[in-house]
């Protein structure tokens, strides 16, 4: 007898049909894969057998019994867990105290709660400083504490909602043995993600879908994995199809194949130029020491490293978010190292920051009002904002970025991942001068489909004269589309080598310091 049953299951937003009598088995003792482009109805599905939404039709059988959760309280009396792509942690408490909500008893008593989660973080790899506040965590360590608040309730079906897309390369491994002794225990994993790698190593089961219907659901044991590649995104993909073949973790490129090096824009200022720039955190915490780097006009320069290394703070200052301690900041030969994040715009620089949904959107505000922050003078006659100019702007917009929502008015909280931070970017690369572009994460949580179409943007606007600044914890995915590799470790740049794929194993090695005198 299944874990989970579902059958029939459909689920409607309006006029959307977001889920079409989808069906889906889950087993004791299974790690279940979900694949699907965004808008595919994953999360939808992961939130109904969470508790959060209710189907409008269909069954749901948990333990072979009718499941119909009042919402996630009740889901998790059930045994069942969730890790959601937004995090639902508090921002201004501490980790302890995030791991206490929720476990009301008569009396609290968080030194259980932090010996569970010790225990829980030494056997899973999942370390993380347990008196830190959520909000000065990096969002890789935030992923963390959320996987182990559900591991504390000991779940019966866990379910991870593109859970690895935060995690740095050497993390995902360890993760993903988390997965396996979970379900050996015999529970229910269901894992949603898009790296083919991940479901060779973990999958028994995995379900492909596709505009709300399943579309291919097999045993790992007699899949085809081209077989799935093409269910997911609608075509062939070779392995050595560059971008995609590298987010899809089928290849780096062709054997042999090797990139053309490119000719950089030397006759003008660099778009990024970076000079001896230090930055101390609050507790007096060294974060960058003396980090000196120069982006040059068409070229995209990635920065490599594992999280927690200073890509975080140096994101930040560029947006200027955060002050220098020492140094000094160039954007296009402008001095912008004390300049505000409105400023920094005017320079001609475009900022895609890691955490789209705490500073690069506003949830409660329209998909037009988002994307014309940057120039709502523009758009202003008589002291008025013309909204149906806003409106008919954002939608080129959208058709030019394929940002997939019923209009320009929807609020942007409505749109799938993928779709949020196309439309990020298609707001950043429309600013008029644009020198340089911040990339910082910008495939974190996207389906191939949107990896593809994020990475064709971003080179294409390095081909238009662009200078590029690319940070990503997929070495994977800078190895494709940088021209240059930088990395960083303990917050200083300590090498740099051509983002060619035969030098994967020595970048790697200076990611976890190894470097050579």
Same mark, same amino acid.
């Given at each position: 007898?299944?874990?989970?049953?579902?059958?029939?299951?459909?689920?409607?937003?309006?006029?959307?049909?977001?889920?079409?009598?989808?069906?889906?088995?889950?087993?004791?003792?299974?790690?279940?894969?979900? /694949?699907?482009?965004?808008?595919? &109805?994953?999360?939808?599905?992961?939130?109904?057998?969470?508790?959060? *939404?209710?189907?409008?039709?269909?069954?749901?059988?948990?333990?072979?019994?009718?499941?119909?959760?009042?919402?996630?309280?009740?889901?998790?009396?059930?045994?069942?867990?969730?890790? *959601?792509?937004?995090?639902?942690?508090?921002?201004?408490?501490?980790?302890?105290?995030?791991?206490?909500?929720?476990?009301?008893? =008569?009396?609290?008593?968080?030194?259980?709660?932090?010996?569970?989660?010790?225990?829980?973080?030494?056997?899973?790899?999942?370390? @993380?400083?347990?008196?830190? @506040?959520?909000?000065? !965590?990096?969002?890789?360590?935030?992923?963390?504490?959320?996987?182990?608040?559900?591991? /504390?309730?000991?779940?019966?079906?866990?379910?991870?909602? #593109?859970?690895?897309?935060?995690?740095?390369?050497?993390?995902?491994?360890?993760?993903?043995? @988390?997965?396996?002794?979970?379900?050996?225990?015999?529970?229910?994993?269901?894992?949603?993600?898009?790296?083919?790698?991940?479901?060779?190593?973990?999958?028994?089961?995995?379900?492909?879908?596709?505009? &709300?219907?399943?579309?291919?659901?097999?045993?790992?044991?007699?899949?085809?994995?081209?077989?799935?590649?093409?269910?997911?995104?609608?075509? #062939?993909?070779?392995?050595?199809?560059?971008?995609?073949?590298?987010?899809? &973790?089928?290849?780096?490129?062709?054997?042999?194949?090797?990139?053309?090096?490119?000719?950089?824009?030397?006759?003008?200022?660099?778009?990024?130029? !970076?000079?001896?720039?230090?930055?101390?955190?609050?507790?007096?915490?060294?974060?960058?020491?003396?980090?000196?780097?120069?982006?040059?006009?068409? #070229?995209?320069?990635?920065?490599?490293?594992?999280?927690?290394?200073?890509?975080?703070?140096?994101?930040?200052?560029? =947006?200027?978010?955060?002050?220098?301690?020492?140094?000094?900041?160039?954007?296009?030969?402008?001095?912008?190292?004390?300049?505000?994040?409105?400023?920094?715009?005017?320079?001609?620089?475009?900022?895609?920051?890691?955490?789209?949904?705490?500073?690069?959107?506003?949830?409660? /505000? &329209?998909?037009?009002?988002?994307?014309?922050? *940057?120039?709502?003078?523009?758009?202003?006659?008589?002291?008025?904002?013309?909204?149906?100019?806003?409106?008919?702007?954002?939608?080129?917009?959208?058709?030019?970025?394929?940002?997939?929502?019923?209009?320009?008015?929807?609020?942007?909280?409505?749109?799938?991942?993928?779709?949020?931070?196309?439309? @990020?970017?298609?707001?950043?690369?429309?600013?008029?001068?644009?020198?340089?572009?911040?990339?910082?994460?910008?495939?974190?949580?996207?389906?191939?489909?949107?990896? $593809?179409?994020?990475?064709?943007?971003?080179?294409?606007?390095?081909?238009?004269?662009?200078?590029?600044?690319?940070?990503?914890? $997929?070495?994977? #995915?800078? !190895?494709?589309?940088?021209?240059?590799?930088?990395?960083?470790?303990?917050?200083?740049?300590?090498?740099?080598?051509?983002?060619?794929?035969?030098?994967?194993?020595?970048?790697?090695?200076?990611?976890?310091?190894?470097?050579?005198?």
């Amino acid at each position: 007898m299944a874990l989970l049953h579902l059958s029939g299951v459909t689920k409607r937003f309006g006029a959307l049909l977001a889920l079409d009598r989808v069906g889906l088995e889950v087993g004791r003792g299974e790690v279940h894969c979900l /694949l699907g482009e965004n808008g595919a &109805g994953k999360s939808t599905l992961c939130n109904l057998i969470f508790g959060v *939404h209710k189907p409008d039709a269909g069954q749901i059988d948990f333990d072979g019994r009718p499941y119909a959760p009042a919402g996630p309280v009740d889901a998790l009396r059930h045994g069942i867990a969730m890790v *959601h792509q937004q995090f639902s942690l508090v921002p201004t408490m501490t980790v302890v105290e995030n791991l206490m909500m929720g476990r009301a008893q =008569a009396i609290l008593d968080a030194r259980q709660v932090l010996e569970r989660m010790r225990a829980i973080a030494a056997e899973y790899q999942l370390e @993380v400083d347990p008196w830190r @506040v959520v909000g000065d !965590l990096s969002v890789g360590e935030r992923q963390r504490v959320e996987i182990i608040k559900c591991l /504390l309730g000991d779940p019966r079906l866990l379910v991870l909602d #593109e859970p690895t897309a935060v995690l740095p390369p050497e993390e995902i491994g360890a993760f993903l043995t @988390v997965c396996r002794r979970v379900a050996d225990s015999g529970r229910g994993v269901i894992l949603v993600t898009h790296k083919l790698a991940e479901i060779q190593k973990v999958a028994d089961h995995t379900t492909v879908l596709r505009l &709300g219907r399943v579309v291919d659901s097999v045993a790992m044991r007699d899949a085809d994995m081209r077989q799935l590649v093409r269910a997911m995104v609608g075509h #062939e993909i070779q392995a050595g199809d560059g971008v995609l073949a590298a987010t899809l &973790g089928l290849a780096d490129a062709q054997p042999g194949a090797a990139k053309a090096v490119r000719q950089v824009d030397t006759g003008v200022a660099p778009a990024l130029q !970076l000079e001896r720039v230090s930055f101390r955190d609050a507790q007096g915490v060294t974060r960058l020491d003396d980090v000196s780097l120069t982006v040059h006009a068409r #070229e995209i320069v990635g920065i490599a490293g594992v999280e927690g290394n200073g890509q975080s703070e140096l994101g930040a200052i560029l =947006a200027g978010l955060l002050p220098v301690s020492g140094g000094s900041v160039k954007v296009s030969g402008t001095d912008v190292t004390t300049a505000s994040p409105a400023e920094i715009t005017a320079c001609g620089a475009g900022i895609v920051p890691e955490d789209r949904h705490a500073v690069a959107v506003v949830n409660d /505000l &329209g998909i037009a009002e988002n994307l014309c922050l *940057h120039q709502t003078r523009k758009y202003t006659r008589f002291g008025l904002l013309d909204r149906g100019a806003m409106s008919r702007a954002t939608s080129a917009l959208m058709r030019e970025f394929d940002v997939r929502a019923p209009g320009p008015d929807v609020p942007m909280a409505s749109l799938s991942g993928g779709n949020q931070q196309k439309a @990020v970017l298609a707001r950043e690369l429309s600013l008029d001068p644009l020198k340089f572009l911040l990339a910082a994460q910008p495939t974190r949580g996207l389906d191939v489909g949107a990896v $593809e179409a994020v990475y064709s943007r971003i080179q294409a606007a390095r081909d238009r004269g662009l200078g590029v600044l690319l940070i990503s914890s $997929e070495l994977s #995915e800078l !190895l494709a589309v940088s021209d240059r590799v930088v990395v960083m470790y303990r917050g200083r740049i300590v090498g740099e080598m051509a983002a060619d794929p035969a030098n994967r194993e020595a970048i790697g090695a200076m990611m976890s310091g190894h470097v050579h005198a």
